[in-house]
């Protein structure tokens, strides 16, 4: 298990570009008391300052079974792991959770998040949670680069948005600026 710090967003430090496209992160929407969740790995997404606070913005497609948790819970995390984990992200991201408990095929272990409903893993190194403040669709009519849905959206199924507001972050000493 990793000792993470509870961190402030200005301390948060993290090369946003390879963390998401290259060591990917667990997005994980439900409840922890109940039991009720689903993960899937994420490789896209964004970390920033809107609206007067920090955010992370990700997107989930129409298929996913990700997508009946994060569209009914009001929160999500956002879990980064050591690459000897990179097993448990792949499975994660190439299995669905209807027909099978993934996250305890993956060997991961669910723990309680500080100040959200949502759950962390007791493996991550990071660990980002989220209370959505917006949700929205793409749409191909947005789009000014049209190949965009033409290269990514062949069957139409364009991503849905989410936007949360960064409550906590923990983190182990490599994340601290």
Request: aromatic residues 12%.
């Amino acid at each position: 298990m990793n000792e993470r710090l509870s961190i402030n967003p200005e301390q948060f430090n993290s090369n946003l570009f390879e963390l998401f496209s290259q060591q990917w992160f667990l997005l994980t929407a439900g409840d922890f008391v109940s039991g009720e969740v689903n993960t899937m790995t994420v490789s896209w997404g964004l970390l920033g300052y809107l609206w007067n606070r920090p955010v992370a913005t990700v997107v989930v497609r129409p298929q996913r079974w990700t997508m009946k948790f994060i569209e009914k819970y009001d929160s999500f995390t956002l879990s980064a792991f050591p690459e000897t984990m990179r097993g448990a992200l792949e499975l994660c991201g190439s299995k669905s959770g209807r027909g099978t408990n993934k996250i305890a095929d993956a060997g991961l272990t669910m723990i309680e998040s500080e100040h959200i409903d949502a759950p962390g893993f007791a493996e991550a190194e990071l660990i980002i949670e989220c209370r959505k403040l917006y949700t929205g669709e793409l749409t191909p009519k947005g789009f000014s680069n049209k190949n965009i849905p033409k290269e990514i959206y062949e069957q139409d199924d364009f991503h849905k948005i989410f936007i949360g507001g960064i409550e906590h972050i923990s983190a182990i000493e490599k994340y601290v600026n």
